[in-house]
């Protein structure tokens, strides 16, 4: 029987946090019985930097609870290095981990079916979602788009694929081999590259709380995912220069006509369009740019992800 971890990332949560445990706790033991799980398995709750009570909740529920673990991080690191630190101490004593929200919006009945996966000798196993009626429509089509985009740009992720996975202790090893700051599990995962399979369940809708992930932390997840793992932006406004140069070379040619036929007056607007254009695509590409040179040295600095504070097994 393999020892199962479920990794759940906490970020004010208390609303949710005694439903969570008290529904994990019964599935946990439903999967040690049908001998999914041994009995050294757990859920290990990631407090990550909380304003609210929730590492209060946390500590209780390991007094209590012997199937509860915590840490608590000394800062709110984000959802991805939370649930990182989650999953580096979760592979020093397991045989497999499975990430979740806290928020009871992946389907715990489908845990089995990881396990077995797991079994059958996968060593990532994805959750993929069948349907998102539970998302608003701006959600979905959002979430949707940037899959889409994703593929277009050559990265490899998994449609429709949050981050409930399993994974075995020899994938979280490969996976602590990665060392990026700018950490974007759902890319990196695919890379590790051993054998993996997908499990379908259908998404729920948050349990109690609302989103952590308000539309601007969405963007700018959504683009730091996209420069993490594709430079085709940086071609992209490669191309863009040589397709305004050559429109500059027509434009040269019509205001030499325009010189020599004596109508130089008339070239005002012009002139302040493509000033105004052309300043902008410029700030647009050095913006790019930037993005990365930034990332470059957020890498270079190679600061830690995330701190433990506090380790309650
Ligand atoms: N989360 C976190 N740190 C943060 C933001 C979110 O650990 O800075 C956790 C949060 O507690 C939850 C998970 O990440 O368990 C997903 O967040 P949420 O459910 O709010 O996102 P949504 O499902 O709305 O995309
Ligand atoms: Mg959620």
Redesign the pocket.
Known sequence: MPCVYLV??????EAVLPETVSRLTKKLNQMIESGHADRESRMLL?????KDGTWGLISRFCDENELVSGIKLAH????????LAGLMTAKESCDCAIS????L?DDVEVLDQFVEKFLEGCDVVYGVRNKRETDTFF?RATAQGFYKFMQLLGVDIVYNH??YRLMSRRALDALSEYRETNLFLRGIVPLIGYRSDYVYYDRHE?FA?????PLK??ISFALDGITSFSVKPLKIISNLGILVSLCSIIGLLYALIAHFTGKTVAGWTAIVCSIWLLGGIQLLCLGVVGGYVGKLYSEVKARPRYRIEEYKK
Do not use: T
């Open positions: 759940i990332p906490c970020y004010n949560e990631v407090d990550d930097g909380s709110n690191r984000g959802h991805q290095n939370a649930l979740m929200d806290a928020d919006q959600k949050a981050d948050r709380g609302e989103s952590k992930y932390k969405m």
